[in-house]
Structure formats: structure tokens, C-alpha cells
């Protein structure tokens, strides 16, 4: 367990550098985890980063089915959380959700910030945060 958190905190330290992303979003779910826990973390970042009821956010889709499916869970939370979500103006959001082991790593870039925070299951299979917050500089 240790060695796994050891592992989580130095992709982190790595993650928290400048770091440039492709036009798009990455979207890698472990089938034991729901996307309404990985969505309700991500819109946690984005929340972090702009205000919401104050902003439009401007998803930018992951490719795929898998993408398509958490995509649509990713706006419905959005939208509770008070954020409104447009297809064509708005704050540029992109995000990358990956797996490792049953660890998730959530990062999401919006202006010129990249936001990541690692998560594991917990004993009852509800999604709790291993790290901090780390913020970076994204450079586009």
C-alpha cells in the first residue's frame, strides 16, 4: 500500500511540472470505479480552478465510446455544481483521466493551469483523495 502511494506521490511530483496536452482529453476508467465518482472528483478540480455560477466551461470531448459515456456524466455534474457547459464559448476545459493499478490520476487544464490529484477506492469503493492538489503552469 505504501509502496503504491509512494509510486501516486512522485506521478504527481512529475505531473506538477509545465506540461503541455494535445487538443483533446484522455479518458481511462478501471471498470471497478463509477464515472459519477470520477466526474464528481473532476468537477471538485474544476471548481478549484474557475467559480462556479460565474462560468461557462467548454469541455473538450474524449475520443471514443468510453470518452462519449464519461463525457456526458462529466456535464451533468458540471451543471449541478453550478457551471454552465457549451459546446462553442466558454472557459476551454480539458481533462485526462487515467488508471494505474486501481488508483486514479485526474488532471485538468484550464487557462493556463493544469490541476491533478490522484484518488484509490476506499473499503467501501468510494473514491477518496491519496495527495494533494498540485498546480501547474500548462503552457499551451
Known amino acids: 500500500m505504501r509502496a503504491r502511494q509512494a509510486m501516486l506521490v512522485a ?3 512529475l ?3 509545465a506540461t503541455t496536452m494535445g487538443s483533446g482529453s484522455f479518458v481511462s476508467v478501471p471498470p471497478s470505479i463509477k464515472n ?7 468537477t471538485g ?26 463525457e456526458d456524466t ?7 455544481r453550478g457551471f454552465g457547459v457549451s459546446s462553442h464559448a466558454g472557459v476551454n476545459v ?3 483521466v487515467s488508471s494505474f493499478d486501481q488508483s486514479v490520476l485526474l ?5 493556463n493551469e493544469v490541476l491533478t490529484r ?6 467501501a469503493g468510494k473514491l477518496v483523495p491519496v495527495s494533494p492538489i498540485t498546480v501547474g503552469r500548462a503552457d499551451e
Not at 36 to 42: K, M, P, S
Not at 49 to 62: G, N, R, Y
Not at 118 to 123: I, S, T, V
Open 118 to 123: 490522484a484518488y484509490q477506492p476506499d473499503k
Open 11 to 13: 506521478m504527481l511530483g
Open 94 to 96: 480539458r481533462y485526462a
Open 45 to 70: 478540480l474544476v471548481a478549484h480552478a474557475l467559480p462556479p455560477a460565474q462560468t461557462i466551461v467548454m469541455l473538450q470531448p474524449a475520443p471514443g465510446s468510453a470518452g462519449k459515456s464519461f
Open 15 to 17: 505531473s506538477g511540472c
Open 107 to 111: 488532471r485538468v487544464w484550464t487557462n
Open 74 to 80: 462529466l456535464d451533468a455534474a458540471l451543471r449541478a
Open 36 to 42: 459519477q465518482q470520477v466526474a464528481a472528483n473532476l
